[in-house]
């Protein structure tokens, strides 16, 4: 599960370490975080409580919360219908349609290349590419605006 330490607000990256059970993948993953992220992971009590510490979420007992909480309750939690694995389909909706890069909405996802020599070669996260198509998605999220003149921007850039 998330600790404090795999988050740096300087760099506003989220490490997740190889092996950790965040991670699918085999390798070291760096997750963008937007302004807005780190207001939102600052305001957690175990932020405040925990000084930077220990684990992000916790129970309100204090423990660590299983990997099922949300997809067992989030009728009951956040009063609506739906899934988990229904947050991530919607940003890869917003991403295709907005015209987003596939190969940086998947990453974003971090989903992949199941071509073993595809993948060999595929070695770049292009952190920045997905931290601007992250920022993108918070702003929507947030004003329901769409930026497409800033997509275009991105989509053209190398970075």
């Not at 370490?17 to 302004?35: C, F, H, Q, V």
């Not at 990453?107 to 198509?133: E, I, M, S």
Request: hydrophobic share 35%; aromatic share 10%.
């Amino acid at each position: 599960m998330a600790q404090w330490e795999d988050f740096d607000f300087e760099l506003k990256v989220w490490t997740i370490k190889e092996g950790s059970k965040a991670n699918k993948s085999k390798r070291m993953w760096y997750i963008p975080l937007t302004d807005r992220t780190i207001a939102l992971l600052k305001a957690q009590r175990t932020y405040r409580d925990g000084k930077g510490k220990g684990l992000v979420f916790k129970t309100v007992n204090g423990l660590e919360v299983p990997d099922a909480y949300l997809g067992s309750s989030i009728q009951e939690d956040l009063g609506f219908e739906g899934t988990t694995h229904g947050f991530r389909s919607a940003l890869r909706q917003w991403c295709q349609a907005n015209a987003a890069i596939e190969e940086v909405a998947e990453l974003t996802l971090q989903h992949t290349q199941n071509d073993r020599t595809r993948a060999a070669y595929a070695r770049n996260q292009l952190f920045l590419k997905r931290k601007r198509l992250l920022t993108e998605y918070h702003e929507f999220l947030h004003t329901g605006k769409l930026v497409t003149e800033k997509l275009e921007e991105w989509r053209r850039s190398d970075g």
